[in-house]
């Protein structure tokens, strides 16, 4: 696993008397940190396979399985169904288990503490690996779709304004819930458990597994309800024309507000 460095804070030639000076060093760290971050995850196995490969992988899967033609189970073609909640799968991945075990892994090694001794904020290592979560999604997510494009075809997006922001929302949503995770929980281990232990539940019910009209009603009941399937809601209805989704988006951000703000205050700590 790779190992971090805190980057130290340039303080060479800096004007004591200056007030103004701190907050675009600290800019300029956390840009420099978000780079870094980028470069060692690209490293990292566990966080490749289940951002990267598990989500294009199930969905070249899945989303040949049941044909084209939409029917009882499937009100649009069912090979689109999956690639718009694949593209969902992304995010839950990368909030729900990259992020978590990646930041647990700092915290069992004592980086964070390291990091806050080196003369940043931590909300400015926080703030990172949000934009870091965030930039993970925006490219896992696009591989996707290149991906899917030969094989099942990009379905069309019928209500563009939507789905932009059903897709910020639950990015945001997740990759806060990924920051929290990670600054709660002590160890790599137990993020991995953790992480999988609500992903795949999620996975399988509420975003990658059947149809929710296969469901028995029990089942559907608890799909409706789990926040990664609200956020495939708020992102495949409308991108399929098959709703507006304006309830599970309100949940959503509800969430998202909710998650950010948890995050900031256990990273103020």
Do not use: C
């Not at 499937?74 to 593209?87: C, G, I, K, Q």
């Not at 945001?172 to 002590?186: D, K, N």
């Not at 089942?219 to 990664?228: C, F, G, K, Q, T």
């Amino acid at each position: 696993m790779s190992t971090f460095v805190p980057i130290q804070p340039d303080t060479a030639g800096a004007d004591p008397r200056s007030t103004a000076g701190p907050a675009p060093k600290h800019r300029s760290a956390t840009r420099r940190l978000v780079t870094t971050e980028l470069r060692l995850l690209s490293r990292e196995p566990f966080a490749l396979t289940f951002v990267l490969v598990f989500p294009i992988v199930s969905m070249l899967i899945i989303g040949g399985s049941f044909g084209t033609q939409p029917d009882d189970a499937f009100p649009v073609n069912p090979s689109h169904w999956y690639v718009a909640s694949y593209f969902t799968v992304v995010i839950g991945a990368t909030g729900l288990i990259m992020l978590p075990v990646h930041i647990a892994t700092y915290r069992e090694r004592g980086v964070l503490r390291r990091f806050a001794a080196s003369g940043f904020p931590r909300w400015s290592f926080a703030l990172a690996q949000l934009m870091v979560g965030l930039t993970a999604i925006a490219i896992s997510g696009a591989l996707l779709l290149a991906v899917a494009a030969p094989v099942y075809g990009i379905p069309r997006v019928e209500d563009p304004v939507r789905v932009v922001a059903g897709v910020v929302v639950a990015s945001v949503a997740f990759a806060s819930i990924g920051v929290l995770l990670g600054t709660m929980l002590p160890s790599a281990r137990a993020a991995q458990a953790v992480g999988l232990l609500l992903f795949f539940p999620s996975f399988l019910l509420g975003v990658g597994g059947p149809p929710p009209a296969v469901m028995s009603d029990a089942l559907r009941e608890i799909s409706e309800r789990l926040p990664l399937s609200l956020a495939n809601q708020a992102i495949r209805e409308p991108w399929l024309g098959i709703g507006d989704a304006t309830v599970a988006l309100v949940a959503v951000t509800v969430i998202a507000v909710g998650a950010m703000a948890l995050a900031a205050r256990r990273s103020a700590l």
